[in-house]
């Protein structure tokens, strides 16, 4: 059974704080994602990764960095947290490419910036 | 850039009816179209899916149709329970040779009992 992982359910951190969210996934899934949530727009790719140390920008990566050093863990990263970035953040996990293979999201982080 | 429109964005039905909910895609070249439910406090987790090469797939009280011509496909639910209350998403995969779905905005179904 797939199993991922978020490193908080829930987060409180201030303005300008650094902010990181992370993700471990126990299948050796090649590819990992971060989606942000918000009420009205749905799940919106923030960043993906298909192999270590590779990434590519998603929808909406503006203020968002990320960084995979092993297969099994894939970071989140706000430089510098703005109230705009106060969301729900979920990490999901695929063993191939989208078009053959489903998604395994993790619980999620409620990310609140004050 | 690609896109994906789902409608309704509510729905409350009665227990014991049919709920439809519909999706647009813009590639035309996507070829794999997954259907996520979202229970509340929960994860997403994948219901049902559909590839390009089928017009149709059936899973007990759920389906899901593709109308290729017309870039849209829908997910039905039969004989409504309380427990399918959640939000529902459609997702498209992209060919722009990247590893990625676009999700729709999410459907907030509700079965009164």
């Known amino acids: 059974d797939v199993k991922v992982t978020q490193s908080s359910r829930y987060l409180v951190k201030r303005t300008g704080e650094k902010v990181f969210l992370e993700c471990v996934q126990d299948m050796d899934h090649e590819n990992m994602f971060w989606y942000r949530q918000d009420p009205g727009l749905g799940l919106r790719l923030i960043y993906f990764?298909?192999?270590?140390?590779?990434?590519e920008k998603g929808d909406i990566p503006e203020g968002y960095s990320v960084s995979r050093e092993k297969k099994e863990r894939f970071s989140l990263i706000l430089e510098s947290a703005s109230t705009n970035q106060t969301s729900m953040y979920l990490c999901?996990?695929?063993?191939?490419?989208?078009?053959?293979?489903?998604?395994?999201f993790g619980p999620g982080t409620r990310l609140t910036v004050t | 850039g690609e896109n994906v429109e789902q409608h309704p964005s509510t729905l409350s039905v009665q227990e014991g009816d049919s709920a439809v909910i519909k999706c647009t895609y813009s590639d035309s070249a996507s070829n794999y179209f997954p259907w996520y439910k979202q229970e509340l406090g929960k994860r997403p987790q994948l219901i049902i899916d559909?590839?390009?090469?089928?017009g149709e797939k059936k899973d007990q009280r759920i389906a899901v149709t593709l109308n290729k011509t017309a870039k849209h496909f829908s997910l039905h639910i039969t004989e409504t329970q309380p427990e399918d209350s959640a939000v529902y998403f459609c997702a498209a995969s992209v060919t722009s040779g990247t590893y990625k779905y676009i999700f729709g905005t999410g459907t907030r179904l509700k079965v009164l009992a």
């Open positions: 999901a996990s695929s063993s191939g490419p989208a078009f053959l293979y489903e998604q395994y």
């Open positions: 559909i590839r390009s090469n089928v």
């Open positions: 990764s298909y192999d270590v140390k590779m990434k």
